[in-house]
């Protein structure tokens, strides 16, 4: 069994950055790919960012390409989401989801999640 602790969110900018942590409970935390989703209220959960179990293989969405980065930490069991160039739109909360086999964009893919860690950008 994994447990996810997400910390890291804040109020920021637009055009700031943020870098959002994951950290991870259980030996298998590196057997599992590892997603970031986002959920504003009123809205259905979004994916936004995965990242293999071995770090060479991330996928993210294309509202996100190119300013948020995924990266994980075997070593110290943390996942991480680096956002830069933030906009008022990303306001929602992020939440981190392990998944044992592949990189998914569908949160039904995910067997464990987080509680989520509240992201705000003012414009």
């Not at 994994?2 to 920021?12: P, R, T």
């Not at 637009?14 to 030996?27: D, E, F, N, Q, T």
């Not at 980065?69 to 933030?86: E, F, G, H, W």
Request: contains cysteine; aromatic residues 12%.
């Amino acid at each position: 069994q994994v447990q996810l602790v997400e910390s890291g969110g804040g109020l920021v900018q637009a055009g700031g950055s943020l870098r959002l942590s994951c950290a991870a409970s259980g030996r298998t935390f590196s057997s599992y790919s590892m997603g970031w989703f986002c959920q504003a209220p009123g809205k259905e959960r979004e994916f936004v960012a995965a990242i293999s179990w071995t770090g060479r293989s991330t996928y993210y969405a294309d509202r996100v390409k190119g300013r948020f980065t995924i990266s994980r930490d075997n070593a110290k069991n943390t996942v991480y989401l680096q956002m830069n160039s933030l906009k008022p739109e990303d306001t929602a909360v992020y939440s981190c989801a392990a998944a044992p086999h592949g990189i998914y964009n569908a949160p039904a893919a995910y067997e464990y999640w987080g509680q989520g860690t509240q992201v705000t950008v003012s414009s």
